[in-house]
């Protein structure tokens, strides 16, 4: 009898071992499942169909303007020249966001030009429609980034020059800034403070606590994928590099792709002369559509301030001043 219940034990803990196997195994099958959507969300914005082609041009926006092809390294990126008739304006270079197009920034680009700014807007070799539709989450676009402010320095010697950058595009227009001290202003509206930040923010969404190990897997498959880890692009690092360079940042605090936190972060991290606008309710990326005007009235102020103006004088941040005495609140209307 004794012998018996041995057995019966025995298989017992045969079966449970082989269930616990099981269940780890599906755990981790999972876990990886996880994180494989998740790179693969990240880097195949051409999943994005509505996106593939450039549906919108300066010619549906009433502006002049030329094709042009910037060369590089990396290959030629396709771009509009948006030429202001004053010779002597500043360039200013709108960066779209993840999954986005230059067509996406016709709007603000028209409110600059009307304002006094010639606007380059290009492709990144990432874009949906571009031939290589991967996106590195900034690492890459950024180089692409520094293609396109090369080929302005070149083109028109001696003009200020401007970075509008939005979500990634946002932080892509701070590590490009850090690099080529060409560049100088730089706005972000929606940007994350780094990569790292702003995917465990969206995993968490997701799955909740068991975003430690499927984060962990993501750095993984980013170096095995892309050749970089997510440690390795992190604009709060690099932002207080840009000084003297003015900086503006835009977020709203509706939003939930880049919380509004991290727009703080920037702001912490970066050096005088820099401005914070904090605006009440507004989704990601959505502050020009809740007032364009409002909108981008500030905006090209900024950038005359920063690329015509003396240090003092108008209405910009003056160095020096306070960082708190910049931090507006601004209804939606």
């Known amino acids: 009898m004794e012998g018996w ?28 499942a996880i994180a494989y959507y998740a790179v693969h969300r990240i880097t195949s914005p051409g ?13 549906e926006a009433g ?15 396709a771009g509009w020249l948006i030429p202001n008739p004053n010779p002597g304006a500043p360039v200013i270079i709108p960066l779209p ?11 603000i680009t028209k409110q600059l030009w009307e304002a006094g700014f ?18 590195t989450l900034g690492f890459r676009e950024t180089t692409d980034t520094l293609q396109a402010i090369e080929w302005v320095a070149t083109t028109y010697p001696g003009a200020g020059i401007g970075l509008l950058g939005y ?15 060409r560049v100088g202003a730089v706005a972000t509206d929606s940007a994350f403070s780094s990569q790292r930040s702003v995917i465990e923010h969206l995993i968490r969404r997701r799955v909740g606590i068991v975003t430690p190990p499927v984060l962990r897997l993501v750095d993984t498959l980013f170096k095995r994928r892309l050749g970089f880890r997510l440690g390795d692009f992190d604009p709060a690092q690099r932002i207080g590099e840009l000084s003297p360079t003015p900086v503006l940042i835009i977020h709203g ?10 727009a703080h972060e920037l702001f912490q991290a970066a050096s005088e002369p820099k401005q914070l606008r904090i605006i009440e309710g507004i989704p990601h990326c959505s ?17 005359r301030h920063a690329l015509l103006e003396r240090p003092g004088d108008g209405d910009g941040a003056t160095p020096g001043q306070t960082g708190k005495a910049r931090v507006d609140r601004l209804r939606d209307r």
């Open 47 to 59: 999943d994005r169909r509505h996106y593939k082609y450039v549906i919108y041009t300066p010619l």
């Open 97 to 107: 966001g993840h999954g986005g197009n230059r067509g996406d920034l016709l709007g």
């Open 167 to 181: 979500s990634m595009g946002g932080a892509v227009a701070i590590l490009a800034a850090a690099e080529d001290r």
């Open 253 to 262: 605090t509706g939003d939930a792709v880049v919380p509004v936190t991290q």
């Open 118 to 135: 010639t606007c380059l807007l290009f492709d990144y070799q990432t874009a949906v429609n571009a031939k290589r539709p991967e996106s």
């Open 63 to 77: 502006l002049p303007w030329r094709e042009v092809t910037i060369p590089g390294s990396r290959g030629p990126l």
């Open 287 to 303: 502050a020009y559509f809740a007032d364009r005007i409002g909108y981008s009235q500030r905006v090209a102020d900024f950038f």
């Open 5 to 32: 219940d041995q057995q019966r034990l025995s298989r017992r803990v045969v079966r449970g071992a082989r269930i616990a196997a099981i269940a780890a195994s599906a755990a981790i099958t999972a876990l990886l």
